[in-house]
């Protein structure tokens, strides 16, 4: 594992971490009224498709797991038809997870739905990028001593730390306070929001910290 | 010697009990009372004071009215009268407010707003303490100094219709009475016509002096549909009419006899948004009081705000009214306006009753009553009172006479507030010592058991106790004699009004040893520790990687759980804070089972070099200092690899699907019941059941249920048991029938309601026979040692025979809980616990979160409305203590107590290990005195919150009780622990 890997983890991360806060402002010039909580919705999608974008364009540039042996079209969009369903059950199934931890089955049901999306976004999307639909290849990251690369290794830390701040974003809720923000699901998307951002941020400083203890068995 | 650890934890518990409780004795504090005892009639009236001149003003004055009316409306909020739904829906009364010779005041109730309390408050004139509302649950006959008591002494005739709590209250006081029971919240129409049916005749007779009428009605209507629902403003008007015809009654009659009369509208306490009562939000707090006589003068067009009062007033003023001596332990001020229309003189001379009676109360409850400022203000008025009556005697001109008048009555005035300030804040001090000796002890033994957690949830599962070295054991023996001085430097300063220097020096001593003995132990664990920590440390501890996560899912829950107590809002909400623990729980352990399923056992014990070594770190860093029972691994060496790789079928699917179904039946169990405070208010299942129009449905449902829980229950039954449970179970649906929760299939409309004794008492015999079949199982098994599968069956026999006596306890919307509480421990069994081999820690922490979320589940909450008192009046005819206590406390823990027995059952099926059942205990025990110890430094710090009362004392109830259940839980798993050693 080389120095330079990191490096360009460290960009790729950044890039991602850029759109986020360009989705909070940029909406701002060509919508009116636009705030994170007042409009909370529309950026929830803003972000979720900024965020998709610079994934996929990313993984088309960098290419991180070079091993793609065949690469014919019917190949690529059969891979990314099966790409799209995966994302799609994801989201119905964190939006299954949300309503068995108790948000309310049919009022702000689109409200809950979107906070699947923005979560599948932040952590299906990238697997999707770098391990494809390969659900063995998912619960072997997951699992202890899985991961094969730091590629690997920083998506294992971002998405734990993304299903942590939304798990975390749930406890404000019950406290009395009255703020705007404690409203279902404000708190738990900028909990899934925060969490994400830093895991991009401490995965790259954790490798660089850890690279000396470091060996993956394929590399 | 050796100890074995669930033997220590069980003993641990039990001192801790003593703690809590000790603890308890003394944050609730003493209610102000006098003591000078029941011997009141001899006493004679303090004289007018006269300042040397001789008055003839010794007796207590007249009765200022000749017949009281008391109606009072069980949750009568003040703007259900004065604001935009009295003018509305009580136009009479409303005409009479702002026209008519009344007074009408904002009377606030003090928390808690529970009928029983302020009843007593309106009759006593005291501050009943925060513990009556414990006692609430047995309503004994109120023996403290009261209006009733005194009026009746002094032979009037009370006649009383209305909640039977009064009749409980006062037994022998009323000349006629007709109780009606708040026991089907449901009904709003019969309890209230049930009141109105007798005021014709009554009215129309001429032997009565005091009548009271309380009706529950409006109250139920919050209860069941909220303060906003449109019964309210049907049952307003009825009750608008009820006044009126009350009120032209009493005119009529007036023209007859020399003195008015009084009619008092009161309500008891208000109704929360949500439409219960108890705690301390403005609209609980605030109720409406009007006073309507025609003694009463009225200046034409002068339009009055209700004035602020206290509840307490009432009673000084009724005592007043009817020419009785004020009940002595009354904190209250005279209503003044009632008495502003009589002579100077009167006037004076109730003022000056009222603050000798005030002022007396006040010497008996604070030592240093002179230097309260009330006392002094009474002194002074007093010496002017004397001089004014003086002055009167010896007639000199009116005008200098009404100037003074007026000064001494301003005087007296500021006096009575000043003093009942002073007695009110009296009535909430803390007894600090009592308290700090009870943390102390809950502390100590909270440090011993986290001390000897990694010793205890070894292998063995035994415990040394240490042998101190003779230095050391020379302290031991000094520590009791330094606490005794201490103890008696307290006791002398503090001036006895502490409970611990209340008790006999022997007990006090007996404490004090106690708590140097557990610092002793305490100490000698800590020497323990260190030097087996250099010990450990040579050998460092394997690599016990396997499911880490779901470990520190344990440690994490149990510490945010611990703090999330320290916020009111968290203690309101805490059953959200364990569906979400319940549902983290579930996905680890999903997430567990796939990669089980799927990858193989990737965690084969090996040395496992890197990744994943933050969670090692946490695990193995703070061996014995961090709580949670998660950081000692057992067992694990035992295991097998890929318990799950070889699954392969249904089973293997039944295996992926259970975490999921779980899941499901936690969801449908949380819409069932509401709880918290939140959302308590939110329509839900329960609601919808239990509302008249969706009987047949309920009834469905409990079948179902009911067939569900015997279907799960009986395979492991012997065939006796399983013919009774058949039989109870049927019994249970027959008793619901009959006190009109269910119908069959057969019956439309149920007409007769019963309270369905006989039904209740044949399910309570087949309770008891399972309950002994199980004893004599397990006590069989002891006598033929080695005989594994009687004492298994018999386990199951108790188990089995709690289900039961639970399905007939709970509500029939709430058989469900129970049904789907077995469905979750077979699916838990049979595809958790079982394939994953959890060790015996892991297990009894799953159990005991489990236990807690179906504590919630059932409907309960942190706030004592939610305790369903109906348990206790299951199968008997009238109150009796002891086993309504013991029903309804069973009733409301009914979720724990049925996990930890069914913990019980799995581990001592499994038989996997000898220690198991040990180790459990030990678990249990640590796991409920984390969150009893931390929660009563909480309390301790908090003991000035805003929401002290309403919040933090109710919830401090509840730690208390569920310690004590986990201390029989704790001695129950020992004893079963003894005879499997012994077998
Ligand atoms: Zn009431
Ligand atoms: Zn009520």
């Not at chain 2, 006895?496 to 664990?525: D, E, F, H, K």
């Not at chain 2, 193995?620 to 097998?640: I, N």
């Not at chain 2, 919307?813 to 129970?818: A, F, G, R």
């Amino acid at each position: 594992m080389k120095d330079t890997d990191i490096k360009r983890l460290l960009y790729v991360h950044l890039l991602c971490i850029f759109s986020i806060i360009l989705s909070i402002f940029i909406p701002s010039f060509f919508l009116e009224n636009f705030s994170v909580l007042e409009t909370h919705l529309t950026w929830l999608c803003i972000c979720s498709v900024s965020v998709t974008a610079v994934n996929l364009v990313l993984y088309l540039v960098v290419k991180p797991n070079a091993s793609s042996k065949r690469s014919s079209l019917s190949y690529k969009v059969t891979r990314f038809l099966k790409c799209c369903i995966y994302f799609l059950m994801s989201c119905f199934a964190f939006h299954v997870i949300f309503v068995l931890y108790g948000a309310p089955l049919i009022e702000l049901a689109l409200e809950t739905f979107l906070l699947a999306v923005t979560l599948s976004t932040f952590t299906t999307v990238p697997c999707l990028c770098l391990l494809g639909p390969n659900f063995k290849a998912w619960l072997r990251v997951f699992s202890r001593n899985g991961v094969t690369s730091i590629w690997e290794n920083s998506l294992q830390i971002t998405t734990v730390s993304s299903f942590l701040g939304t798990w975390l974003g749930a406890f404000p809720i019950p406290l009395d306070w009255g703020r705007p923000w404690q409203e279902w699901p404000i708190s738990c998307t900028l909990g899934a929001t925060f969490g994400y951002v830093a895991g991009l941020v401490t995965s790259p400083l954790w490798i660089y910290w850890n690279r000396k203890k470091l060996t993956y068995k394929n590399n | 010697m050796r100890l074995g650890s669930g033997t220590f934890a069980a003993c641990c518990v039990v001192i801790e009990v003593l703690g809590v409780a000790l603890f308890l004795r003394g944050f609730f504090p003493a209610p102000v009372c006098s003591f000078s005892g029941t011997e009141h009639q001899t006493e004679s009236p303090a004289p007018e004071p006269s300042a040397g001149a001789i008055s003839n003003w010794t007796k207590l004055p007249p009765p200022l009215f000749s017949k009281v009316v008391i109606m009072l409306i069980d949750a009568l909020r003040d703007d259900f009268v004065f604001g935009s739904k009295g003018v509305k829906f009580m136009p009479y009364t409303t005409y009479l407010v702002e026209k008519g010779s009344s007074h009408s005041f904002v009377a606030e109730a003090k928390p808690p707003t529970v009928t029983m309390p302020r009843i007593k408050a309106l009759m006593t004139g005291s501050l009943p303490g925060f513990i009556d509302v414990v006692r609430n649950l047995n309503s004994p006959t109120l023996l403290e100094d009261n209006v009733i008591t005194r009026a009746k002494a002094a032979g009037k005739r009370i006649i009383f219709y209305g909640d039977e709590t009064w009749v409980k209250l006062f037994p022998k006081h009323f000349v006629e009475y007709d109780g009606t029971t708040s026991f089907f919240v449901s009904d709003y129409t019969e309890v209230d016509d049930n009141v109105t049916r007798h005021l014709d005749k009554v009215l129309k007779r001429r032997d009565w002096d005091v009548l009271i009428l309380h009706y529950l009605g409006l109250d139920h209507i919050g209860h069941t549909s909220g303060p906003s629902s449109p019964l309210i403003g049907r049952k307003l008007s009825e009750m608008d009419s009820v006044l009126m015809k009350i009120h032209t009654s009493l005119l009529s009659e007036e023209r007859e006899t020399l003195l008015p009369n009084l009619l008092v509208l009161c309500g008891d306490h208000g109704m929360s948004e949500a439409g219960g009562h108890g705690a301390s939000s403005v609209e609980e707090v605030n109720t409406a009081m009007i006073l309507i006589s025609s003694a009463f003068e009225r200046k034409p067009g002068d339009v009055r705000r209700p004035k602020y009062i206290q509840q307490t007033d009432l009673a000084a003023t009724l005592s007043i009214g009817l020419g009785l001596p004020i009940p002595k332990s009354s904190i209250g001020n005279l209503i003044f306006p009632v008495v502003e229309g009589k002579p100077m003189r009167e006037q004076l001379r109730f003022l000056h009753l009222n603050t000798v009676q005030l002022s007396k109360l006040l010497q008996e409850n604070v030592p240093s009553y002179k230097k309260e400022p009330g006392f002094e203000q009474f002194k002074v008025s007093e010496r002017l009172h004397g001089n004014w009556v003086r002055l009167y005697l010896e007639e000199n001109s009116s005008e200098v006479l009404s100037n003074l008048g007026s000064k001494v009555r301003r005087q007296y005035l500021d006096a009575l507030r000043a003093l009942s300030l002073s007695l009110s804040r009296q009535a909430a001090q803390y007894d600090v010592y009592s308290m700090a000796v009870g943390t102390v002890l809950v502390l100590e033994v909270l440090a011993l058991l986290l001390l000897s957690g990694p010793r205890a949830l070894s292998g063995k599962a035994e415990l040394d106790v240490p042998l101190p070295s003779p230095a050391f054991s020379l302290l031991c023996y000094l520590l009791p004699l330094g606490l005794a001085a201490l103890h008696v430097t307290v006791c002398t300063s503090a001036g006895g009004t502490c409970y611990l220097c209340s008790l006999p020096w022997l007990t006090a001593g007996g404490v004090m040893v106690l708590i140097s003995t557990l610092l002793c132990a305490v100490l000698s664990a800590l020497t323990g520790m260190f030097a087996g920590g250099k010990r450990l440390s040579k050998n460092p501890p394997q690599c016990n990687s396997r499911s880490s996560e779901l470990d520190l899912l344990i440690l994490l829950g149990t510490v945010g759980h611990t703090l999330s107590l320290g916020a009111s809002s968290f203690i309101e909400e805490e059953p959200q804070t364990w569906y979400f623990l319940v549902n983290t729980l579930c996905l680890a352990l999903c997430h567990e089972i796939y990669r089980n399923c799927f990858l193989g056992d990737d965690c084969a014990p090996q040395r496992c070099p890197h990744a994943g070594e933050d969670f090692d770190g946490v695990a193995a860093a703070p061996q014995g200092k961090s709580p949670g029972p998660d950081v000692w691994e057992l067992d694990r060496a035992s295991r097998h690899p890929s318990p799950l790789g070889v699954l392969r079928g249904p089973e293997r699917w039944m295996v992926l699907a259970s975490p999921w179904l779980i899941l499901t039946c936690c969801r449908l169990l949380r819409s069932l019941n509401q709880t918290g405070v939140q959302w308590a208010h939110r329509p839900d299942l329960g609601h919808w059941l239990t509302s008249p129009d969706h009987k047949v449905e309920l009834s469905v449902l409990a079948a179902v249920s009911l067939i569900m829980i015997f279907v799960l229950v009986q395979k492991r039954c012997s065939l006796a048991s399983k013919v009774a449970m058949a039989f109870g179970l049927l019994g249970i649906y027959c008793y619901r029938v009959a006190i009109g929760n269910l119908l069959f299939p057969w019956q439309q409309n149920n007409k007769d309601i019963s309270k369905g004794i006989t039904e209740a008492r044949f399910v309570y015999v087949f309770v008891l026979g399972i309950l002994f079949t199980g004893t004599k199982g397990l006590l069989k098994s002891q006598i033929t040692a080695d005989d594994f599968t009687v004492k298994t069956v018999g386990l199951w026999e108790i188990y089995s025979g709690l289900v039961l006596l639970a399905a007939l306890l709970l509500r029939p919307h709430n058989l469900p809980v129970l049904a789907l509480s077995l469905v979750i421990q077979t699916i838990m069994t049979q595809f958790v616990w079982r394939p994953l081999r959890h060790n015996a820690a892991e297990v009894t922490v799953m159990h005991y979160w489990f236990g807690q979320a179906f504590f919630y589940f059932q409907g309960n909450s942190n706030s004592i409305a939610t305790v369903d008192i109906s348990a206790g009046f299951v199968g008997l005819d009238a109150y009796v203590e002891i086993p309504a206590m013991l029903l309804t406390t069973f009733a409301t823990y009914t979720g724990p107590v049925l996990w930890a027995s069914h913990l019980v059952n799995f581990l001592t099926s499994e038989a996997s290990s000898g220690s198991a059942l040990s180790h459990a205990c030990f678990c249990y025990a640590l796991i409920c005195s984390i969150p009893v110890s931390a929660y009563i430094i909480f309390v301790t710090s908090l003991r000035y919150h805003l929401f002290i009362w309403s919040v933090f004392s109710p919830k401090l109830l509840y730690e208390g009780m569920h310690l004590l259940i986990t201390a029989a839980v704790c001695v129950f798993f020992t004893a079963m622990d003894q005879t499997n050693t012994k077998s």
